[in-house]
């Protein structure tokens, strides 16, 4: 048995445009229908989102019939917790609110195996090697993972240029909610402040040759994000989708309550 290609990352690699969505319903059922979208790429969170290492497993199954590639968002930079979602047989993280090249080499470090890293080795009991099916597992898995890291405060922006250039990250992310938070746009992440830092935070992760990544909603943001170079870019998120398509059905039939309009992600 081969081990799985990451076609995500060799996407990114080569430079394609990737379309996502955010999953954070929590649920492999309705995980699975997002799949049949056909979206390049499905964010499965566990930072904001009510998932955990085992609803996180139930979900890389239920989209392993499909060609939509699961990204796990883990709550934090914890080495042990990346460990698990990495046995569990995850082969990218966005791993949020990296400050630092340090954090981010701690992160690379988390997904190799010693001497190269520290994660720690139990393949053996492991979806990722399918349970020792995949030959050198152990040599190899590193080749097929893809670290992406999120960058979303003023200290992470003035640390941009080092985190981006850390050996083995592949992409950096930017969370234009808690930016503009940092920045003291609370609410506001269409400021022109915060648009000219994203814009610059893409041109120079572009210029490292590292992919650029973003979440938003507005189609014509979304694009604009394309075309300035964004690689990776997620234009929603289940449960607003959900939200809002269930409120303005009612309100068809409710007179007396005002039709929902589109609104921010977060």
């Not at 979900?59 to 979602?85: C, E, F, N, W």
């Not at 999120?150 to 930017?174: H, K, N, P, R, W």
């Not at 234009?176 to 938070?181: I, T």
Request: glycine share 8%; aromatic share 6%.
């Amino acid at each position: 048995m081969q081990l799985p290609s990451n076609l995500f990352k060799k996407a990114l690699l080569s430079g394609q445009p990737q379309i996502g969505l955010w999953a954070a319903l929590a649920s492999p059922y309705a995980t699975e229908i997002l799949a049949t979208a056909d979206f390049d790429w499905l964010l499965l969170d566990a930072e904001h989102a009510p998932n955990h290492v085992p609803s996180v497993l139930s979900q890389l199954q239920s989209m392993a019939a499909y060609g939509t590639h699961g990204v796990v968002r883990p709550v934090s930079a914890d080495a042990a917790l990346i460990k698990q979602y990495l046995d569990i047989g995850a082969q990218s993280l966005l791993v949020p609110m990296i400050d630092s090249a340090q954090q981010a080499m701690d992160v690379v470090a988390a997904t190799r195996y010693p001497p190269e890293g520290i994660r720690g080795v139990g393949a053996s009991i492991a979806r990722a090697s399918r349970w020792n099916a995949v030959p050198d597992y152990l040599q190899q898995a590193h080749k097929e993972l893809c670290v992406l890291v999120q960058v979303e405060s003023v200290t992470g922006m003035q640390a941009l240029e080092s985190i981006a250039a850390v050996d083995g990250v592949d992409g950096v992310f930017f969370g234009p909610a808690d930016l503009s938070a940092s920045m003291g746009y609370l609410g506001r992440p269409t400021e022109p402040a915060v648009q000219q830092a994203l814009e610059q935070g893409i041109a120079t992760v572009r210029a490292l040759g590292k992919a650029p990544g973003i979440l938003v909603s507005d189609p014509k943001l979304a694009r604009r994000y394309l075309d300035l170079g964004a690689q990776f870019v997620a234009v929603g998120v289940d449960t607003s989708l959900l939200a809002l398509a269930a409120r303005q059905l009612c309100a068809q039939f409710k007179h007396s309550a005002p039709v929902p309009k589109g609104g921010a992600v977060y």
